[in-house]
């Protein structure tokens, strides 16, 4: 019996899983608000409160980076020990992994249904593979070709430093360089940096919000959702969303050609988090492939190189079972 979880800093999920119906057939599957809970100890308590079982391991990917078995989440004020998780748990294997390094366990078992292409190009099966998935925050994983095997390799490549690419975005980084210290990809290529995108276009570009989504902002806590979802109603015309949108897209395309680079991913690169299934329609007006292939001397590289989109909602859970009945 195996015990599961993908810690984010929206949901938190976990499953339980057994060795005999495998990691595509959860026994149990909660999901939790994360911001409802002072840590992610009280979540698992829940939880185990609402289960009689007995588990032989547990394995957990979460959204930051692992120093000394320990993992503070990004966009979350919680800390996971591995110490504290097998005192609660009562058992000695215990694994954390980087959540997106739990989604590169996943990969090579998604189904076709679970995958939309946005860039056949050409399948490189020895090829390296790159992920890049924006949620809540921004995530990055290269995957390498291990005998017959991928094997994940976690980054933090989303904090690197943010490179224009025209005089918009240039605007865009000298207005957020007066709030925060370092301007990172994922300031600007994530569900916070959708809101960061707008609230610059409002201000500086003195793009009109209208009355109808000022009400609507105000009744929320989060307005990435609703940006979102104005941006992407052909009815409603908004061009302060649509331009949002659009330039998160550039971004976006941009930086997945600079990851698809760096670890020369001619094996494919992939879109993971929770913001690309819900933006196909968009995705598909060419924005971000054309940022994404707009590499100088190395465009005939980047135009090959198959392009995809994940659609399955509990990819990191499910690497993160699979690994579990491997370790």
């Known amino acids: 019996m195996l015990l599961a979880g993908d810690i984010g800093g929206t949901k938190t999920k976990i499953g339980v899983y057994s060795s005999d119906k495998g990691a595509k057939a959860p ?35 979460v959204a930051g980076p692992l120093m000394d078995d320990k993992v503070s989440i990004t966009n979350l004020p919680w800390e996971i020990d591995k110490k504290q998780l097998k005192n609660i748990l009562q058992i000695p294997s215990v694994k954390l992994l980087n959540d997106l ?6 990969l090579p078992s998604l189904d076709p249904t679970d995958i939309f292409t946005l860039n056949q190009g050409k399948i490189d099966s020895e090829g390296n593979i790159a992920v890049i998935a924006p949620g809540t925050g921004l995530g990055e994983v290269f995957l390498t070709k291990n005998g017959n095997q991928y094997k994940p390799n976690a ?27 370092h301007v990172s990809y994922e300031k600007v290529c994530s569900g916070l940096g959708i809101q960061n995108i707008y609230a610059f276009l409002k201000k500086c570009e003195q793009i009109e919000e209208p009355e109808w989504l000022t009400i609507q902002l105000s009744k929320v806590d989060d307005p990435t959702p609703t940006i979102i979802n104005a941006a992407i109603n052909d009815k409603q015309n908004c061009k302060i969303c649509i331009t949002t949108l659009n330039l998160f897209l550039s971004i976006l395309g941009a930086e997945a050609g600079n990851l698809a680079l760096k670890v020369k991913a001619t094996g494919g690169v992939y879109l993971g988090g929770g913001i690309p299934p819900r933006i196909i329609s968009v995705l598909k007006n060419g924005k971000f492939m054309e940022a994404f292939k707009q590499k100088g001397s190395m465009t005939y590289l980047v135009e090959r190189i198959p392009v995809h989109v994940i659609l399955n909602p509990n990819a990191v859970l499910l690497g993160a079972a699979l690994y579990g009945f491997k370790f």
Do not use: C, M, W
């Open 27 to 61: 026994l149990i599957e909660k999901t939790f608000t994360s911001a409802q809970y002072p840590n992610f100890e009280l979540v698992l308590q829940e939880f185990l409160q609402s289960v009689d079982i007995k588990f032989e391991r547990a394995v957990f990917g």
């Open 155 to 181: 980054t933090e490549g989303s904090h690197v430093d943010f490179a224009p690419t025209n005089s918009l975005q240039i605007r865009l980084l000298q207005h957020l360089l007066g709030h925060f210290g």
């Open 101 to 106: 390094e739990a989604l590169g366990y996943a």
